[in-house]
Structures are given as structure tokens and as C-alpha cells.
């Protein structure tokens, strides 16, 4: 489709300018600074997509490599305005909105029989929507990538270890146990008990939905390394449900200290480091 | 007075599904008058179950939850059903303690003590399917 490259060519600055103009109106609200990023996007793909049609011979649309960088580009573009904040109905309305804006400049500035206008402008069709798919694509990989990055900085902060008295630490667990989040309990707990020389880790599961076999069995692992060195563990928070339903489960929990609270848990651990509770700590426990 | 019942279903292929399915589970239970001690048994056995399906099976698998409510009395019915490799020994894997990953092995036998029923059917190659009710007085 040279005919389509030579008239995008010709009027790659007006196509552009319509087509930041859609951009402002499906994102109002956007932040000059994006917008300002967001055209360079744009404008590197009308230079691309130029580019395609001008060393595409056949009509075959959106194939071949010359296609690649293409797709590449609106990849790009999307990823841009998924990190803008643009909805993914948004970012495909404005891929979407270059079949209007190129099909008026085709019918305006060819001098193409009927047919040949037909054949270019479906061949035009076919490529953006095409690109809106990739577009979609790239947009939905995007954001799985921030929900991922997001999830780990939770995992991040979720866990702190906190040396709450001389020996004693405590890790409030909050939210839910996956696989990962208990390895990475046992790892952070034993780091800082040997970092704080601890001899008590009180583990409160109090913000813990939902206390399965398989967190159990992490449970246990947690305590039993924790035992190896040299330390005890005080499991507090476990809600009269959960137990109840531990029992039914008949998980054996019969190797760890558990305490309903952490009043009481923090009590077992003054009891435990053989000290009594003087001065200020008495009023706290 | 019996009205259309309430439906929940959720594909569970990941450890996260699972954590999905039990929270439908326990939001399904309350919903439907179930005690705190009885929606969180109903959400520990979707777990047991889900979890199953996430480590012993390739693909995942189902759970669906349907809850019904008659006069004065409610029923919940929990299926999870995959297309996975099967138990061979039934009666071993009902077993406390028998676990072929290491685990605890209590998914099984505690999740048969949390229902007021339970049916377990599974082909080798075929698939395993897992029927529970729990009922509301
Ligand atoms: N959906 C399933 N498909 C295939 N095998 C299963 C399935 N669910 C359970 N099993 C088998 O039954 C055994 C016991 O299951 P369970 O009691 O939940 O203990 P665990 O999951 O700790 O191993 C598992 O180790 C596994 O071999
Ligand atoms: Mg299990």
C-alpha cells in the first residue's frame, strides 16, 4: 500500500496534531508532562506505521517484519498510556480513532478511482485494528507487571521483624500466607533473631485471614528452624474460628506455643526468659 | 419460601484462586446465616480442596459453591472438580497423613470432619471430583 504511505508521508504533521487532539479529549485529565510524552509516542508511531506502508508492496495487511517494529512501537505507546493511567478502552478508542483521521485524509487527498480508495482504506482498517489489538496486549501486560511490582513491595512491607524487648522479637503477620510470603516469614524471622540475638520470636497471626494445613505446615517449619537456633517461638492471635477448625483439621500444632493474645503471648515470653515483670512493663502485660 | 439459588463459581489454576474461592466461600456462608465458626470451616475446606487442585493436578481445576435456603434451613453445596491425574488409592489419600508432596496430609480427612457430607469419586487419568455439603439448621 504505497499510495497510503506517500499521503501519510505528506501529512504526517496534521495527522499527528488530529490525533493529539483525540488523545486530550479521551484523557482530560492527564498531566501536560504525559501528554507531552505520550505525543512523542504517537508521533513515532505515525512515523513507523509511514514507514510500513511505504515499503509494503502488497496489500496483505499487518504482516511480514516490516510489520514488527510496528508493533512494536504501539506496544510501546500503549505501555506509555497504561502507565498514564488511561483506561485499556481509552488506549484502544485513540489507536482506534487513526481510522477516522487517516480515512478522511485518504478520501481528501487521493485523486484514486473508487476502488482504489476502497483497497487503501481497507488496508488501513485492517492495520489499526490490528495495532488496537496488540495495543490491548501490551496494555494488559503492562498492568499485570505493576500489580505484580505492587504485590512485592507489600510482601516488602508486611512483614517487619521488631525488637520489642531484650530477646524477644515480634512479626505481626497481616494478610494472606502464600508460599512465598512464608518462605520469606521463616527467612526474615530467623535473620532477626540471630541479627537481634533473640530468644523469643512472637509470631502473631491475629491479621491472618485463614490458617490452612499448608500455612500450619509452614508454621511448624518456621518453629522447628527457629528451634535449631536456639530460639523459641510464641504463636498469638489464632481466633477461636480458626481454631476450632484447626482441631477439626487435626494439624498437629502440639510442637509450638500458642497464645490467644499477645498479651498473654508476650507474657509466656517474660515467663520464658525467666524474668519477672518489674517497673514500667508490669502495667503493659 | 425457596429462592433461586445463590451460585459461585471460580477457576482455580494458582495459589491466589484458592485465596479467591475461600473468601467467596466465607462471604457466601454469612450471607446465608451461617456462624462466624461454621462460614470459617466451609472457607478451610475450599482451601484444603483448592489447594489440592493447585498442587496436585497440572492444570487446575473448579470449585463451585451453591448455596440454597429453604424455610428456616440453608445448604450449601461445594464441588471441586479437575481433569487431573487422579487418585489411585482412595482410601490411602483419605488417610491422615498420607501426603505424595510432602505435605500434611490432613487436606483430605479434615476437609471430609469440617462438611456434614462428602463424596469423593476419581479415575486415574480421568479427573477427581470432590462433593460436600454443609447444612444451616
Ligand atoms: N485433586 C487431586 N488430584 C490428584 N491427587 C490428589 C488430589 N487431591 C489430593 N490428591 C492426592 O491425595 C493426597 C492427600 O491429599 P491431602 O489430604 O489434601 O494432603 P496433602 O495435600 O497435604 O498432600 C495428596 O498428597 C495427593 O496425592
Ligand atoms: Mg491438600
Known amino acids: ?285 | 419460601m425457596s429462592l433461586e439459588p445463590d451460585v459461585v463459581t471460580v477457576n482455580v489454576t494458582s495459589e491466589i484462586d484458592a485465596a479467591e474461592a475461600r473468601q467467596e466461600a466465607r462471604r457466601l456462608a454469612l450471607r446465608h446465616g451461617f456462624t462466624t465458626v461454621r462460614a470459617h470451616g466451609l472457607a478451610t475446606a475450599v482451601s484444603e480442596l483448592a489447594m489440592n487442585l493447585v498442587l496436585h493436578t497440572d492444570r487446575g481445576g473448579l470449585i463451585r459453591l451453591t448455596a440454597q435456603d429453604a424455610t428456616g434451613a440453608a445448604v450449601i453445596e461445594l464441588v471441586a472438580e479437575d481433569n487431573g491425574p487422579g487418585i489411585p488409592d482412595l482410601a490411602l489419600a483419605m488417610e491422615d497423613g498420607f501426603s505424595t508432596r510432602g505435605g500434611l496430609g490432613c487436606g483430605l480427612p479434615g476437609t471430609r470432619r469440617l462438611v456434614d457430607t462428602f463424596a469423593i469419586t476419581s479415575r486415574v487419568g480421568e479427573g477427581t471430583r470432590i462433593v460436600c455439603l454443609v447444612r444451616r439448621p
Open chain 1, 1 to 285: 500500500m504505497h499510495g497510503v504511505g506517500q499521503i501519510l508521508l505528506q501529512n504526517r504533521a496534521s495527522v499527528l496534531d488530529a490525533w493529539l487532539a483525540r488523545l486530550r479529549d479521551t484523557a482530560p485529565g492527564a498531566h501536560p508532562a504525559s501528554l507531552q510524552l505520550l505525543k512523542l509516542e504517537l508521533g513515532t508511531l505515525v512515523e513507523k506505521l509511514t514507514g510500513y506502508f511505504l515499503t509494503d508492496d502488497e496489500d496483505g495487511a499487518g504482516a511480514g517484519p516490516a510489520f514488527k517494529s510496528v508493533e512494536e512501537q504501539a506496544a510501546t505507546t500503549s505501555a506509555a498510556c497504561a502507565r498514564d493511567g488511561l483506561t485499556p478502552m481509552e488506549t484502544a478508542t485513540l489507536i482506534l480513532s487513526l481510522k477516522s483521521i487517516a480515512g478522511e485524509l485518504l478520501d481528501r487527498e487521493t485523486s484514486a478511482k473508487a476502488t482504489e480508495l476502497y483497497r487503501m482504506r481497507t488496508a488501513l482498517d485492517a492495520v489499526v485494528d490490528r495495532l488496537a489489538l496488540v495495543t490491548f496486549a501490551a496494555f494488559v501486560e503492562t498492568r499485570e507487571e505493576i500489580i505484580k511490582r505492587q504485590g512485592r513491595a507489600l510482601l516488602d512491607l508486611a512483614t517487619p521483624a521488631l525488637p520489642i524487648w531484650r530477646h524477644i522479637i515480634l512479626m505481626p503477620l497481616v494478610g494472606i500466607i502464600d508460599t512465598q510470603r512464608a518462605r520469606q516469614v521463616m527467612e526474615w524471622l530467623l535473620e532477626a533473631l540471630s541479627r537481634e540475638e533473640a530468644r523469643i520470636a512472637i509470631l502473631d497471626v491475629t491479621g491472618v485471614p485463614l490458617i490452612d494445613s499448608r500455612v500450619a505446615l509452614h508454621l511448624t517449619k518456621t518453629v522447628e528452624a527457629a528451634r535449631l537456633l536456639g530460639s523459641q517461638v510464641i504463636v498469638t492471635g489464632i481466633s477461636p474460628d480458626a481454631a476450632q477448625t484447626l482441631v477439626k483439621l487435626d494439624v498437629d500444632l502440639s510442637n509450638m506455643i500458642t497464645r490467644g493474645s499477645l498479651r498473654s503471648g508476650l507474657a509466656e515470653a517474660f515467663r520464658l526468659l525467666g524474668q519477672h515483670s518489674k517497673g514500667p512493663i508490669e502495667t503493659m502485660i
